[in-house]
């Protein structure tokens, strides 16, 4: 009888094994579910980008007039998104650039959100690739929240910074949460710049090295402290001057100046 319940139960402990690979199973693969390859020259692709229009200084006292399907402003060439700030008399400003954003065409809660791009380089140039929540028409800035997932300023040139902006943790009250890192070649070398948002925290990359996280855990819950379990559109930008961007004054000489997106994706 014995000999009988240890066949049994030698049989029992081969079949979970033949069935324990199921039980360790790799996760599911992260999916590409958004992307501007921009492959195709000319205007940027009306189906995946709106424009931000006028020269109101944006909060910010910046210098130039955003303006909508200029090429001189916003163009796709060679493959490459340019979105490029030039010194030029236009609707009352003396500068003229572009700011593209994803709003009413697609926005995404959660996800790794990428941009391969080169920056502009002097004093006074304020690129952004960033994003803003869906309501903001109707909260309001900071109410909507900001994720900043790269900003460099020309007269500190080399340096990333990423960061969060909410009701409580906002640059109005000094009290936004970021991190800044040293990084070569910006101006002259395309580099991926890169959040990874989930239910619990934000991580920020460059070049796939995570130098800053914020967590739920530490800003708080409530909607004041952590407003990023909505809907949010994406930005792209190049300001001229202002708050930040001009505190050292902008250089007159080295206009025109260009940010090159190779490419943005986002995955789910």
Same mark, same amino acid.
């Given at each position: 009888m014995k000999r009988l319940i240890m066949i049994k139960t030698l049989a029992l402990l081969a079949i979970v094994a033949c069935k324990s690979p199921e039980l360790t199973s790799p996760p599911t693969a992260r999916k590409m579910v958004w992307s501007d390859e921009f492959d195709k020259a000319g205007l940027p692709d009306s189906t995946k980008w709106s424009y931000e229009v006028g020269g109101n200084g944006w909060g910010n006292n910046e210098l130039q007039f955003?303006?909508?399907k200029r090429l001189e402003n916003a163009r796709v060439e060679n &493959?490459?998104?340019i979105i490029e700030a030039r010194k030029e008399a236009y609707q009352g400003k003396n500068y003229t650039s572009a700011r593209l954003m994803t709003q009413g065409k697609t926005t995404w809660t959660y &996800?790794?959100?990428e941009a391969r791009a080169k920056l502009p380089a002097g004093r006074g140039t304020w690129p952004a690739v960033w994003m803003l929540g869906k309501n903001i028409q109707t909260a309001g800035w900071p109410k909507s929240g900001e994720i900043d997932i790269?900003?460099?300023v020309g007269f500190d040139e080399g340096v990333i910074h &990423?960061?969060?902006?909410t009701e409580a943790y906002n640059h109005a009250k000094k009290t936004e949460k970021g991190k800044a890192i040293p990084i070569k070649g910006v101006a002259t070398d395309f580099h991926l710049y890169a959040i990874e948002w989930t239910a619990d925290k934000?991580?920020?990359?460059?070049?796939d090295q995570n130098y800053y996280t914020v967590q739920?855990?530490?800003? &708080?819950?409530?909607?004041?402290?952590w407003p990023f379990d909505k809907p949010f559109y994406l930005l792209l930008n190049v300001a001229v001057g202002g708050n930040w961007g001009g505190q050292k004054g902008v250089d007159e000489s080295i206009w025109p100046q260009r940010m090159e997106v190779d490419y943005v994706r986002v995955y789910q």
């Open positions: 955003y303006t909508a &493959g490459k998104l &996800g790794r959100i790269m900003e460099h &990423g960061t969060v902006h934000i991580d920020f990359f460059v070049d739920k855990s530490t800003l &708080g819950s409530a909607e004041a402290e």
